[in-house]
């Protein structure tokens, strides 16, 4: 069946007589002014930041529409203009809704209009530059400084008025305002990565600095640059997407994007100048970021690898479909409330407890397919941040580590039949894993302590805990003990 290609104008007659509900924009989009660029308008901005300033301007109005900026890639300006910016977000929950938003009102390529990008971030009535770029485009060493050897950045050092990369960009646009005296703007990473706005801070007055220390000044005295914490499952679009949505709402939508009911936004209180007031439509403004990324590694992203290595060796594929299982569901609730909260102080505006019934909830969202062998993946480095800091921490309260301990054992074991198995394993330590011959061994002390004197896992000072190593050996001991149809059973008496 076709249908026409999104217009605002067909949208508002099919949504009448759709059977799903479908919030439209209630804004006069013609009438509002861009007030915020957003360099990298991919997927997760689209479903995230554009949704929380879309509801803004549909409750309280207000001239926040975006210009997104894409660096190099032509392809969100070739759908979206098409369509006239508009796309459908499809919220995935028991029940699925729909919303069309108009927040985005045009799209630039940096590499091709690159005087238009300028003149749109030095603009007075821009009051904030927003980024997801991923943590490789902020261009730094491993220092944390400004990487002066990157190709991009070389270019723009060389070629300021003419730069490639989003740090040239902000630079650039912020020279412009302080010699045509405009105040500055704000700049707002919304890259998931801790501490975003320090390195983007670290990153802007470098390269600023390197071109012009009076420009720095101007920048380190007039420019906030808040840390956030974002987090909404966005799976990929599929073709099957676009056809499902366009179906849902009467008109072709060639670019939807989908997303798990459930979204935070965390941003520190760290600004000047005006701001969107995005606290009335659920932003959490605060002092402690770092106290909300600490309480999302230490229960989502945990019990997400949890459920990854213990839901493979039991045979599940999806975290939807280990969570369902009311055993392996019993267990990782146990595992919150009784190792994992109580470890780590909450910041004062969280709710410890309903953060973490909610992360089970969206755990057991039937229309998000999370595969477990993509959470799986790149273990050696996700379990160092997500499981062994949460052990050392109760070893330092006298708090329990048994389950904490299974759960790195499922990982172990793991590793273990994947090495044994002679397959594929995507992980940055893989080729270890397989030269490391204590992991083949059928003694499992020898097993443990082969894992725990690895030294790019840094876990010494856990091989020299016995109690530690203890609860690793009898939790592996266990679970090589148990058919795999067995697992849930076992994990119940934990």
């Known amino acids: 069946m076709e249908f026409p290609l999104m217009n605002l104008t067909d949208i508002m007659k099919t949504a009448n007589t759709s059977p799903y509900p479908i919030e439209l924009p209630r804004y006069n989009r013609e009438n509002t002014q861009i007030g915020i660029v957003h360099i990298g308008p991919g997927a997760f901005h689209r479903a995230h930041q554009a949704v929380y300033t879309e509801n803004l301007m549909n409750q309280f109005g207000g001239n ?71 943590e490789k485009g902020y261009c730094l060493a491993a220092d944390g400084s400004l990487d002066f050897n990157h190709d991009d950045i070389k270019h723009d050092i060389a070629n300021a008025s003419s730069p490639v990369s989003a740090i040239g960009f902000i630079v650039e646009s912020l020279k412009i305002r302080k010699q045509d005296n405009i105040p500055a703007f704000n700049v707002l990473s919304c890259d998931n990565v801790s501490g975003n706005g320090d390195k983007l801070r670290r990153a802007v007055l470098d390269y600023a600095g390197k071109l012009d220390p009076q420009l720095q000044l101007w920048i ?3 420019v906030a640059f808040p ?75 945990c019990l997400h690898s949890t ?8 045979g599940y594929e999806t975290v939807f479909d280990v969570t369902s299982d009311v055993n392996f569901k019993q267990f990782i609730t146990k595992l919150a409330q009784q190792e994992i909260i109580g470890s780590f102080t909450p910041p004062t505006e969280l709710n410890i407890e309903k953060y973490s019934n909610d992360i089970i909830q969206r755990f057991l969202n039937p229309a998000i397919r999370h595969l477990l062998a993509q959470i799986a993946c790149d273990g050696s480095q996700k379990i160092q941040i997500r499981l062994l800091p949460i052990i050392r921490d109760n070893l330092e309260q006298g ?42 061994s059928e003694d499992i002390a020898t097993v443990v302590k082969s894992f725990l004197s690895i030294d790019a896992i840094n876990a010494h000072d856990l091989l020299l805990n016995s109690q530690i190593s203890e609860q690793i050996e009898a939790s592996l001991t266990l679970i090589r003990q148990t058919p795999s149809t067995q697992l849930g059973a076992v994990i119940a008496k934990l």
């Open 64 to 134: 926040w529409a975006i210009c997104g900026v894409s660096l190099r890639s032509a392809t969100a300006q070739d759908i979206l203009s098409k369509q006239d910016n508009l796309y459908t977000v499809s919220i995935l929950d028991k029940d699925i809704r729909y919303q069309i938003v108009g927040a985005i009102k045009e799209i630039l390529i940096a590499s091709e209009q690159r005087d238009l990008v300028l003149q749109r971030m030095s603009a007075e009535t821009t009051k904030l530059i927003t980024l997801t770029i991923t």
């Open 220 to 222: 380190e005295k007039h």
């Open 227 to 301: 840390n956030s914490m974002v987090d909404s499952i966005t799976p990929k679009t599929e073709a099957y997407t676009v056809e499902s949505v366009s179906k849902a709402i009467g008109c072709q939508d060639n670019w939807p994007i989908q997303r798990e009911a459930f979204t935070q936004w965390v941003i520190s209180n760290d600004w000047q100048g005006e701001r969107p007031e995005w606290e009335k439509v659920g932003v959490i403004f605060t002092q402690d970021v770092e106290g909300f990324e600490k309480a999302k590694l230490k229960l989502l992203n």
């Open 307 to 314: 459920l990854a290595y213990l839901g493979s060796l039991a």
């Open 399 to 440: 708090r329990s580590t048994k389950m904490l301990c299974f759960a790195l054992a499922c990982w172990f074991e793991f590793i273990c039949k994947t090495v044994k198995n002679k397959e594929e394993l995507s992980d940055p330590m893989a080729s270890t894993f397989y030269q490391t011959t204590g992991l083949l």
